[in-house]
């Protein structure tokens, strides 16, 4: 038997894959279940013909063929040789030649990932069409400006795509030939004036590109598909995936389809639509259309479309058809449908169909009203709102009492909320000013947004363009970031190159204050103040409550005041799971003791200071204790370094100087000479691994001692007056048992001499924070002593990595570009490290005592992957900011009921 060669058995694997799919003539060869291997939009575009809807024909190059080409930077001869003879069978099923003969075939490249990606990666129209293929184009339909019209798009869409040339060279010429013409719309130029764009188009293509447009049909096909494949790892898909938390590692899939024109005439249009309102979530038929137009006018905002009732009226046959074929899609997905669709004289063509994006109070409301229809069950419907979204619900509106509103313009309403920022007008100069944990609030003011904005919509509080409506791509992805967003404020002329606004006579330049509301679609003048809003919504109320049953891991908030701790329980928070004692001591009437404390020079008096904040913190505790009756209340002894209470040094060096240089009065300067020693004493060149945390308490005992106190004082007051407190106290940066041990005596000793006095004694915990990874290594040890464990993953993230905090964005933007983190990892868990660190703990914690709490009161316990992380783990507990609380007990259900929904599918199998 011969023996096989590693190219022959490489071969043989490669032609045993199918990479290629076709869908016509009613049958498809794959199914909608398929969206990992065809992506969204082809798993789509099979099902619907499957069903027997108005698909026009073609075929899907499958995921795996990007991936290869990743690999490879080339597809096999195997990809090359089932897509020609796909092709092939689309010529036959059309009676057509791709680019060639009187009636040529013409396709749309387009691609699709298994997600929802809108307009991050590419798509090229009108593919076939050259020099002699336009003119028998012109001569089939009869319309030379139709024939014409579409040559130039695929010009400037194949010279951007994939001949990577800025459209703003394309789109220079286009406009200086309207000006010339006197055109006011593209619509208005006529056949002559688009043949004379076409040269100017080509002179453009061989001066960027080098190289003449491609004739060849087939040439044109290879290298768009190869183009598709390589927008999977564009600049604006690869910030989408990150901000979305989507693999890098899918790829995206190819669509050739037969091409349908929407710009043949007045009989013929495109549009998109919904089958609910993605905004509000009401049951409506929603969405927008051009006469005479391609899909990307309307999705690029490049013209404002028209409401899709307005279809009824001008050719109802057509939008009946629609209605029903929506319908049945949305029944068929048990979703709401974001369409798109394509009318070729007269007749109805479906493109696409894909679960609808929406905002967080559009998803409740639809999830809730399928319930309602039958269509999916509770457990669903929880699935249906992603945690984040819920931030929807907390989105702020402008405050207008007593204030004199000019409002410039009125846009349409496309994403909910407020917004009040500075004008900027490009995304650059949006993440210069509130990028990288800048804190200006900006307003991208644009004619419309391109993919290439995605990085400054990001850190944007809003978004502003004068064209485009509800369904182009400035409405879209706002929704989906739940960022507030006025689109077609066609009022308001944005000239981009100057750097102005234009609207009512008035000119705005960059820098200048303005308000949206994307709930009304205002723009007004100035700088308005915000008001935040109520979670006591009755649909989302509902929505938790089905939720709730399958949540096991509890929900904290963290908070320092009592105001705080109010607002947190109103979002359903369960206790609280960090208050930091720290902050209570900047209030101005405390700061002066604090420092004092700090200054003194013997421990006489430092406690002559400490007794003075004494009653100060025992009020903080009670304000906590009462607004939590019923919950625990996790409090952490002070934590930072002592440094941090004083001025800075170089505010005082300063101060000194400028005194000096004025002769004041000698107590004055030698009290801040006095101050600066003991700044300079407590200088430290790394003091987040310096004299903090438990290391203050164990060299001063005597402020653990003031802080217990505070604590059992406020608990047996509070426990007086009918409270039902459970406090927890929680010494942080413990890296071994006997810093625990230490502390944990300090407390017990204090508690018991307090519930001596006061004649009473409440239940209470000794815990510790763990968040240096020695802590975790050792956690049975610590365990000893601890009674209970809250990860500070912050703090842990930093010493696990080696990093900074503060200094971190100096280079994570790098880092997140080059593809060497997928996530901030002070936002996002990391699970390999960090994660295995916690893992540890908890594991070796549990061992030394079976019955520890753990929880987790970093950041991380407000987003929705870490709290997931922290289910699997088995934790009892997270805690995160209280505006964070509702996305956290979301998250949580989730991880529950999709280990249950998972459970039950293996138990089928």
């Known amino acids: 038997m011969a023996t096989e060669t590693l190219p022959e058995i490489k071969a043989e694997r490669a032609s045993a894959t199918q990479y290629v799919y076709f869908f016509g003539g009613g049958k498809a060869d794959g199914s909608g279940t398929m969206k990992d291997v065809l992506g969204g939009k082809g798993a789509g575009l099979a099902e619907m013909t499957n069903a027997g809807l108005p698909v026009p024909p073609g075929f899907t190059i499958q995921t795996e063929a990007c991936r290869e080409y990743m690999r490879q930077g080339s ?63 012109a001569r089939k339909a009869n319309n030379p400006r139709f024939a014409y019209d579409s040559y130039r798009r695929l010009i400037q869409m194949f010279g951007n795509v994939v001949l990577e040339i800025e459209k703003a060279a394309f789109e220079e010429v286009f406009e200086a030939k309207k000006k010339q013409k006197r055109a006011r719309l593209d619509t208005d130029l006529d056949a002559r004036a688009l043949q004379e764009v076409i040269e100017e188009y080509k002179k453009v293509v061989k001066k960027h590109a080098k190289r003449e447009f491609p004739q060849d049909a087939h040439e044109q096909l290879v290298m768009a598909r190869d183009a598709v494949f390589r927008s999977w790892n564009n600049d604006r898909a690869r910030h989408y995936r990150r901000m979305n938390n989507i693999s890098d590692d899918l790829g995206t899939a190819v669509n ?130 992603e945690p984040n979204q819920l931030y929807d619900f907390l989105v702020p509106g402008l405050d207008e009492k007593g204030v004199k509103v000019e409002v410039l313009a009125t846009g349409l309403p496309a994403s909910p909320g407020a917004a009040v920022g500075q004008i900027v007008f490009t995304a650059d100069e949006a993440v210069a000013k509130a990028g990288h944990g800048k804190k200006t609030p900006v307003i991208l003011v644009r004619g419309e947004t391109t993919p290439e904005d995605i990085h400054g919509m990001e850190v944007a509080a809003g978004i502003l363009t004068s064209r485009g409506g509800m369904t182009s791509h400035a409405a879209v992805v706002t929704r989906g970031m739940g960022k507030c967003c006025v689109a077609g404020a066609g009022e308001i002329e944005v000239d981009e190159k100057a750097r102005e606004m234009r609207v009512k006579g008035q000119v705005f330049k960059e820098g200048d204050w303005l308000s949206l509301d994307g709930t009304t679609g205002r723009v007004i003048k100035g700088k308005l103040n915000t008001v ?95 607004a939590m009756d019923g919950f625990p209340v996790t409090i952490r002894t002070l934590d930072p370094p002592l440094h941090e209470f004083l001025p800075k040094r170089e505010e005082l060096m300063v ?175 990391d699970r390999d490290g960090v994660g295995q660190l916690m893992r540890m703990g908890l594991e070796k914690g549990r061992k030394t005592r079976p019955n520890l709490k753990v929880g987790i009161c970093g950041e991380h316990g407000g987003d929705p992957s870490s709290v997931e992380f922290c289910h699997q783990l088995g934790m009892n507990y997270v805690s995160c900011s209280p505006f964070r609380v509702l996305t956290a007990r979301l998250a949580a259900a989730q991880a529950a009921a999709g280990e249950k929904l998972k459970g039950e599918a293996g138990r089928t199998k």
């Open 75 to 137: 597809v096999s001869e195997e990809v090359d040789r089932q897509m020609n003879a796909a092709l092939a069978r689309l010529e036959q099923l059309q009676r057509q030649k791709l680019g060639a003969g009187d009636n040529p075939l013409l396709v749309s490249v387009r691609s699709g990932a298994k997600f929802s990606m809108p307009g991050m990666m590419d798509t090229i129209l009108n593919l076939g069409l050259n020099e002699r293929s336009v003119e028998a184009l």
């Open 256 to 385: 050739v389809q037969a091409m349908v024109f929407g710009n043949l005439g007045d009989t013929s249009g495109t549009g998109v639509g919904f089958t609910r309102n993605p905004a509000t979530g009401a049951k409506e038929f929603y969405g927008e259309f051009l006469m005479n137009a391609q899909g990307e006018d309307v999705v690029a905002g490049i013209r404002t479309p028209v409401p899709i009732e307005e279809l009824g009226r001008i050719m109802p046959d057509v939008y009946n058809q629609l209605r029903e074929i929506t319908t049945r899609l949305e029944r068929h997905y048990r979703d709401m449908q974001d369409f798109e669709f394509t009318i070729q004289e007269g007749r109805l063509y479906m493109l696409q169909t894909r679960n609808g994006k929406r905002t967080g109070r559009a998803g409740v409301r639809v999830a809730l009203q399928m319930v309602e229809e039958g269509l999916i069950s509770k457990q669903e419907a929880i699935f249906r709102v």
């Open 532 to 626: 935040e809003a109520s979670s006591d919504n009755p649909e989302l109320q509902k929505l938790m409550t089905w939720a709730e049953p399958f949540r096991k891991l509890g929900v904290r908030a963290n908070a320092d005041i009592p105001r705080d701790a109010i607002q947190a329980r109103a979002f359903g928070a369960e206790g609280i799971g960090l208050c930091r004692t720290e902050h209570m001591f900047f209030a101005e009437d405390r700061i002066p003791h604090m420092r004092a404390m700090i200054m003194a020079g013997e421990e006489k008096q430092r406690r002559m200071a400490l007794r003075k904040l004494l009653p100060m913190q025992r009020s903080d505790f009670l304000g906590i204790f009462r």
């Open 655 to 829: 101060e000194i100087a400028v005194l000096e240089a004025t002769k004041p009065r000698a107590s004055k300067l030698r009290e801040l000479k006095t101050v600066l020693r003991r700044v300079e004493e407590l200088h430290e060149f790394n003091p987040m691994l310096g004299h903090r945390g438990c290391r203050l308490g164990i060299t001063y005992p005597e402020i653990t001692e003031m802080q217990a106190r505070a604590i059992f004082e406020a608990a047996c007051a509070a426990a007086k007056e009918g409270v039902k407190v459970l406090p927890e106290i929680m010494i942080p940066l413990v890296g071994t048992v006997k810093e625990m041990a230490n502390q944990k005596e300090i407390v017990v000793r204090v508690a018991g001499e307090v519930f001596a006095e006061k004649e009473m004694r409440v239940e209470y915990l000794v815990g510790t924070m763990i968040e240096l990874p020695r802590a975790a290594l050792v956690a049975d040890e610590i365990a000893r002593e601890a009674e209970f464990f809250s990860y500070g993953t912050n703090d842990l993230t930093q010493t696990t990595f080696g990093f900074s905090r503060d200094d971190i964005n100096k280079f994570l933007p790098a880092y997140l570009e080059l593809g060497i983190f997928k996530q901030d990892p002070f936002a996002v868990v």
